[in-house]
């Protein structure tokens, strides 16, 4: 069974500080790990992902994320905000089923963004 | 870019209706998802589809149904809507075949209301 645990129900920086979200996650296999973002009135769109290649994995519009087994973390950081940052991030985990049909998403986080 | 879309944005309906949330994807992709959305626990799956007329359960199937007659499109059916299904609908898709690392791409969601 996997799950996965946003610590974070919502996070508030300032324009032009740094980012972290913060993400568990617990599986009972070598997972792969997903940030999503969702903006106002909008579906998801996938941020980054990482599937057992580089631990350190660099995704859209600056942001990035690292795998650290050992903590079972998988925490978003961003060095500097942006205003467009706002919106609410999904931390999602997925066990190597053939369908990837098994994703668990977290609560989310929503990011406040604060001129 | 992968596209999928939803036939409504926002749907009021009454108790007891039937209620039928459409989807479509333009790339072909082999796998088809619906999601609900409700506050503070992110998206939980209702039904999956691999295949034209193939299905599966999800996390919460109870209360809807699926349709897929054609490759690019997925219909999720509430038999009798009733309040407790008022939510967000998200529907998704996936090239497939990829052990739990695939991309599910997003469309915009429906938000239902029901009274």
Known sequence: AQSVTQLDSHVSVSEGTPVLLRCNYSSSYSPSLFWYVQHPNKGLQLLLKYTSAATLVKGINGFEAEFKKSETSFHLTKPSAHMSDAAEYFCVVSPPSPNNNDMRFGAGTRLTVKP | DVKVTQSSRYLVKRTGEKVFL??????????????????????????????????????????????????????????????????????????????????????????????
């Open chain 2, 22 to 115: 459409e989807c479509v994807q333009d790339m072909d992709h082999e796998n088809m998802f619906w999601y609900r959305q409700d506050p503070g626990l992110g998206l939980r799956l209702i039904y999956f589809s691999y295949d034209v007329k193939m299905k599966e359960k999800g996390d919460i199937p109870e209360g809807y149904s699926v349709s897929r007659e054609k490759k690019e499109r997925f219909s999720l059916i509430l038999e009798s809507a009733s309040t407790n299904q008022t939510s967000m609908y998200l529907c998704a898709s996936s090239l497939g075949g990829f052990m739990g690392t695939d991309t599910q791409y997003f469309g915009p969601g429906t938000r239902l209301t029901v009274l």
